[in-house]
């Protein structure tokens, strides 16, 4: 491949890396980073040691259904071709909670913790579909949508979780949900732009003028490393089996001369080559193209069975007889064969690396993806202690044979064994963590910064009226990057319908935000009358527990719900207490002057930054004696940085004003401690954010 390429080609795909697949808060480096080697915290293949090995073994006759009568004696297995000991063994029947469980119905998902918790159970299978609209024709992706439909809607049971990408969504926006409803509306969404190379997002836009192999490259790139964060993803919230459909036409590099050519019905980009190009240099760049895209395609397998996910690919083209249809230049009849052959083999590839299989070259997509259940459904789970590993860092072969004869056996082809590094780390005591406080201020930003819903809201509170304590709720549309899908109108959300209900039954508030028509006597309602801005409702509630009911409203109707419970604390006693601390963001120092001169300014709800931005926090402190407020910048591990200057409030029953400076802060995530101190003893409120550049 010419190296000036090359080099376009990489520099896309950091610009596009940026926007596209990550991991967790917690490991935002596996999803970008290529992992040869397998990492410590990413593996699920080891059980109460670093040498105890487990492997999922799916038995079948020749018919496809599933075997379930073995037992351990029944099966063998060799590690590097040494005969290893079954240790345990267990035979996983589930049914997606078709049949009603003694804890009642499948609870919601709602929350990261509840899709958490959820995810981990051993009665709960775990699916997503990884939509690949680069690499799908739009007329592929109509076709494919009913299929895909059906097998949410009639395979799947309640208890089922499933989630729903993008490669140019972040996976960090993806729950894993059982609302199979709103992935079914997604999926009738699903348009695909395979040689469609119309820039959608300001992302695209930045490359719409390379060569259109260098494009092509680029999206294959994502597409991989989207779907690489995607496995990580599940790998963190389950180690059970977990089955992946990647809604492919397949990868390749190489793209032959008669796309190039200016006179194809394709757009014309600068510096293509045209049709004709000699022989040899084509040979040698489809021999380079195919090396590339057998070591992506192995990065994307290794981590797939370290992280124990196994990959269904499905062609949406069903009984596919040519790569490239009459609508695209015509490239010749073996050219046309060698292409279909690599894009249908790199499917394959993924599927017979990670025990999974390839639903490809066959009109009926959806038999195939009812073997996806089935797999999912009933398997073996057998355990050994390895009598051959040691911590080298090298991938172990694992085999499983049966004795019983007649049977198909499929498991994964083996493990990543620790380095001796990873080993140490594993075996050493655990090092002391930050404060419980502190961990759950950092879940907080975390949390709030991921996955964002249509909206994102701030609850806060302080001292009201009679003895009751007041209760701001604040909500914005979710900040969307340039990569994510654009919405539709009906999509964007309008006003949130908010009912705040006390333990007993009594009615707090009840209303729209915004809603101009609600009478000025009303409790206070404001709205920053900018679209995409926030909007803010204010009433006072009594001290206790709270039920706060949600619901997010657009052109299309409902887009979101949500019910909270909420303890509105009781502000009014002798004992020092703080109000909620507010932050208030602005961008230049005029911003700043009006915010704090404007007393009914709407917070952010934000708590992702840059140090270019300007940051003040409001916050009141109550108690007998008069009570000081200090402030103090930590680090995420809680230790203190810096002591923040606190301008006095000018009534006594006013706000203090904290500045928080941000420039001489490195990325990364930092918490506010918020100290009041008084003859009523001691309060204390952490307030976490994070910087990203």
Not at 486 to 509: C, H, K
Not at 643 to 666: F, N
């Amino acid at each position: 491949m010419n190296p000036t390429v090359r080099t376009l080609a990489v520099s896309g795909v950091l610009l596009v890396a940026l926007c596209t697949a990550g991991g967790r808060a917690q490991q935002p480096q596996q999803a970008q980073t290529p992992a040869p080697a397998p990492d410590a915290a990413a593996q699920p293949v080891f059980r109460g040691g670093i040498n105890v090995v487990s492997v999922d073994v799916i038995v079948s006759d020749k018919n496809g259904a599933n075997v379930a009568d073995l037992k351990q004696s029944d099966f063998e297995i060799t590690e590097d071709n040494k005969p290893q000991t079954v240790e345990t063994f267990k035979f996983i029947k589930l049914d997606g909670g078709r049949i009603p469980g003694p804890d009642g119905p499948p609870r919601a998902i709602r929350t990261d913790e509840d899709e958490e918790a959820e995810a981990a159970k051993d009665d709960v299978r775990l699916f997503a579909i990884f939509l690949d609209d680069y690499h799908v024709r739009r007329l592929a992706s109509m076709s494919v949508r009913d299929p895909l439909t059906k097998f949410v809607e009639t395979q799947l049971g309640p208890s089922d979780m499933i989630g729903l990408m993008y490669p140019l969504q972040s996976v960090l926006n993806v729950r894993m949900t059982r609302n199979h409803e709103a992935i079914v509306q997604g999926l009738q969404r699903f348009s695909g732009r395979k040689y469609d190379y119309t820039p959608m997002n300001e992302v695209e836009q930045q490359y719409a003028n390379y060569p259109v192999e260098t494009v092509e490259r680029i999206r294959n790139k994502v597409s991989l490393s989207a779907l690489k964060g995607l496995i990580i993803h599940m790998g963190t919230l389950k180690q059970g089996r977990k089955s992946l459909i990647v809604v492919s036409e397949g990868f390749t590099y190489m793209v032959p001369p008669q796309l190039r050519s200016p006179n194809a019905q394709m757009p014309a980009i600068a510096g293509v080559t045209g049709a004709g190009a000699d022989p040899i240099t084509e040979t040698r760049a489809n021999f380079a193209a195919t090396i590339d895209m057998q070591q992506d395609l192995r990065d994307i397998f290794d981590e797939a069975n370290r992280q124990n996910v196994s990959l269904y690919p499905v062609d949406p083209r069903g009984l596919a007889v040519f790569e490239f249809d009459l609508s695209e230049p015509s490239v010749g009849f073996d050219t046309d064969r060698q292409y279909l052959n690599a894009t249908m083999d790199s499917l394959r590839t993924l599927a017979e690396n990670t025990d999974g299989r390839a639903i490809v070259n066959r009109n009926d997509l959806a038999a195939g993806m009812q073997q996806i259940i089935r797999d999912s459904s009933a398997y073996y789970l057998l355990g050994y202690s390895s009598s051959v590993a040691t911590p080298d860092g090298k991938f172990h072969e694992i085999k499983v044979r049966l004795k019983r004869p007649g049977l198909q056996v499929r498991y994964r082809k083996g493990y990543w064994a620790y380095t001796a590094e990873d080993a140490a780390r594993a075996l050493a005591p655990p090092k002391p963590g930050p404060a419980p406080a502190v961990t759950a201020a950092l879940a907080n930003v975390a949390s709030s910064s991921t996955r964002a819903r249509v909206i994102r809201t701030w609850i806060g509170t302080s001292r009201g009226e009679s003895g009751k304590t007041r209760v701001t709720f604040v909500w914005e549309p979710t900040p969307r990057s340039a990569a994510d899908r654009p919405l539709a109108p009906g999509e964007q959300p309008s006003r949130v319908s908010v009912m705040a209900v006390g333990s007993n039954g009594s009615p707090f508030f009840r209303g729209r935000v915004p809603d101009m028509a609600v009478a000025s006597t009303s409790p206070s309602l404001s709205d920053s009358g900018a679209a995409g801005r926030a909007s803010r409702v204010v009433f006072d509630a009594a001290p206790g527990k709270m039920e706060l009911r949600l619901s997010v409203e657009g052109g299309s109707g409902t887009l979101d719900s949500e019910i909270r419970e909420i303890t509105v604390p009781d502000l009014t006693g002798s004992g020092t207490s703080l109000s909620t601390p507010v932050l208030f963001r602005g961008r230049t120092p005029r911003d700043i002057q009006q915010l704090k001169a404007d007393l009914q300014a709407v917070p952010t709800t934000g708590r992702e930054f840059s140090r270019t931005d300007r940051l003040f926090m409001r916050v009141a402190v109550y108690g007998a004696g008069g009570p000081t407020l200090s402030v103090h910048m930590l680090s995420r591990a809680g230790q203190t940085m810096s002591e923040l200057p606190v301008t006095p409030p000018a009534t006594p029953d006013g706000d203090a004003v904290v500045d928080i400076p941000l420039a001489g802060l490195a990325p990364g995530e930092y918490l506010i401690e918020v100290k009041g101190t008084g003859a009523g003893g001691e309060a204390k409120e952490l307030v976490s954010f994070r910087l990203t550049s």
